[in-house]
Nanobody
Framework: QVQLVESGGGLVQAGTSLRLSCSAS????????MGWFRQAPGMEREFVAA????????YYADSVKGRFTISRDNAKSTVYLQMNSLKVEDAAVYYC?????????????????WGQGTQVTVSS
């Protein structure tokens, strides 16, 4: 079992940046694909970004492409989400998740372990 803990959320103004971190403990982190999802109030949880076990492949939702960057440091068992040019519509609870394999990387049901989430609020 892998335990995930997100951090870095907060209240920011539109147009600014924020970096989320997700620290893992338990089984070897480097074998897993990692993803970020988000859920706004009254909305379904949606895919944001994913990164392969090596970090060599990254994937993004169209809504964040060019603004968000996912990365990982396997030595630190941590995955990051750098969020730039934040918009009001980016406000949500952000979840870190992990899985084996990379197919259907945007399907939340493929991810087998999840963090508790961190709140991101963006003011206009």
């Amino acid at each position: 079992q892998v335990q995930l803990v997100e951090s870095g959320g907060g209240l920011v103004q539109a147009g600014t940046s924020l970096r989320l971190s997700c620290s893992a403990s338990g089984r070897p982190f480097s074998r897993y694909t990692m993803g970020w999802f988000r859920q706004a109030p009254g909305m379904e949880r949606e895919f944001v970004a994913a990164i392969s076990w090596s970090g060599g492949d990254t994937y993004y939702a169209d809504s964040v492409k060019g603004r968000f960057t996912i990365s990982r440091d396997n030595a630190k068992s941590t995955v990051y989400l750098q969020m730039n040019s934040l918009k009001v519509e980016d406000a949500a609870v952000y979840y870190c998740a992990g899985r084996t394999g990379i197919s259907n990387y945007d399907d939340q049901w493929q991810y087998t372990f999840w963090g508790q989430g961190t709140q991101v609020t963006v003011s206009s």
